[in-house]
């Protein structure tokens, strides 16, 4: 018997990233499944399936609502419907052949009639890049059902030309084209584009909630606690718990606990250790922007671990690590603790809320700082 070739080293690697790639796409078929179960319990995803199963799927729709809610997801997955021509929101792993392929090449980016633009990125969205709607479906042959779909997340991060172009767009509708738009502040989203769509509310998840989600996605105790407390995009729940940002502030949190270095150094700590630096000579730093967006986050997560703290304290509750848990205990014990807790949660959500690129972080720190100790003294 003839012996089978050896494979070369190229060759080998070749089917070891084809195998990742399977994985990772099975990993995120998975996850979009249980985020779209999470949306089948909700008034909007009732609607949405109602629409479907009714076969009475409007031209435009406008989702808008915090951005801790499932509207991005919902935006993806109704459109991913509609261009398959369901009458039930898709859940993949349950369809025909057919339409996972379809679902696939839509998330994939693949998909010839489904055209997707993000808005949560820093520039504004383009009118050329709203026009390019337009051009690519006027040039491509329909898929199987006849159907187009572009998804605009983040609608209102658009540059006022691109909104007119948009507005052109909705007012003289193709047909077979649909629209769905999300917004986190819809006020911001033109009168007139606003009057076009069907507009569908969306609200935060209950901390519960995302507590079940994050457990699903396979975080440990430790980090569904704190990835819950900060209220991410469902979508994005693993992907912060790993994050630089994420994780400095929890060193952070710890520190100002005692359970990890002295509260008195943390200032010093957070200028030489945690924040992140631009253009280090080493060779290590990063860019000035990408810096700055870092260091924003990493405060925002702090300051809104500090008011999940003293809330957590004032209310007596006990979830969360063992540490915090402790922590949360030995705030308690002490005499007036409701009053300082008060004054220090106070301040901690003063401090969350100018998080911004206004503001000098290094020094809202500081006065941070300052403030807290300044509480411990409340009469």
């Known amino acids: 018997m003839a012996s089978k ?26 996850h979009r499944s249980r985020i779209t179960r999470m949306l089948m319990d909700t008034p909007p995803g009732k609607l949405l399936s109602s629409a479907l199963e009714q076969g009475e799927v409007f031209h435009a729709y406008l989702f808008y609502g915090p951005g801790d809610s499932l509207k991005d997801d919902a935006a993806m997955t109704f459109g991913a419907s509609v261009l398959c021509g369901l009458d039930h929101l898709a859940l993949e792993g349950c369809e025909t052949e057919a339409a996972s392929r379809v679902i696939s090449q839509v998330h994939h980016g693949e998909h010839s009639d489904f055209v997707f633009l993000d808005g949560s ?22 898929s199987d059902t006849g159907r187009k779909v572009y998804v605009i997340t983040r609608a209102e991060n658009s540059s006022q030309s691109a909104m007119n172009s948009l507005l052109k767009f909705l007012e003289e509708p193709a047909d077979n084209v649909y629209a769905v738009l999300t917004a986190d ?97 080493d060779g290590e730093g990063v860019r000035y922007k990408d810096a700055r967006d870092e260091n924003l986050d990493t405060l925002d997560f702090y300051f809104r671990f500090l008011v999940q703290f003293f809330h957590d304290v004032l209310a007596n509750d006990g979830s969360g690590p063992s540490w915090y848990h402790e922590a949360v205990t030995a705030e308690r014990s002490r005499e007036g603790f409701e009053k300082i807790c008060t004054a220090k949660m106070n301040a901690a959500a003063e401090a969350r809320d100018r998080v911004n690129r206004n503001n000098d972080l290094s020094l809202l720190l500081a006065q941070t700082i300052f403030r807290l100790e300044e509480s411990e003294h409340a009469e």
Do not use: W
């Open 121 to 142: 990125r820093r520039e504004a969205i383009k009118k050329e890049e709203v026009d390019n709607i337009q051009r690519r479906f006027s040039l491509t042959a329909s």
């Open 5 to 30: 070739p050896k494979l070369t080293a190229k060759e080998k690697e070749a089917i070891a990233q084809e195998k990742r790639r399977m994985e990772e796409d099975r990993a995120a078929e998975e």
């Open 185 to 281: 502040n819809i006020e911001r989203i033109l009168p007139t584009i606003r009057s076009r769509c069907i507009t569908v509310p969306f609200h935060s998840l209950s901390r519960d909630t995302l507590i079940r989600f994050c457990e699903e996605e396979g975080l440990d105790e430790e980090d569904t606690f704190f990835v819950s407390t900060v209220s991410p995009r469902p979508g994005e729940a693993g992907q912060l718990a790993a994050g630089r940002s994420y994780q400095t502030a929890k060193r952070m949190l710890r520190q100002y606990l005692n359970i990890d270095g002295r509260r008195d150094l943390l200032f010093t700590d957070y200028e030489y250790r945690y924040r992140s630096k631009a253009g280090n000579d």
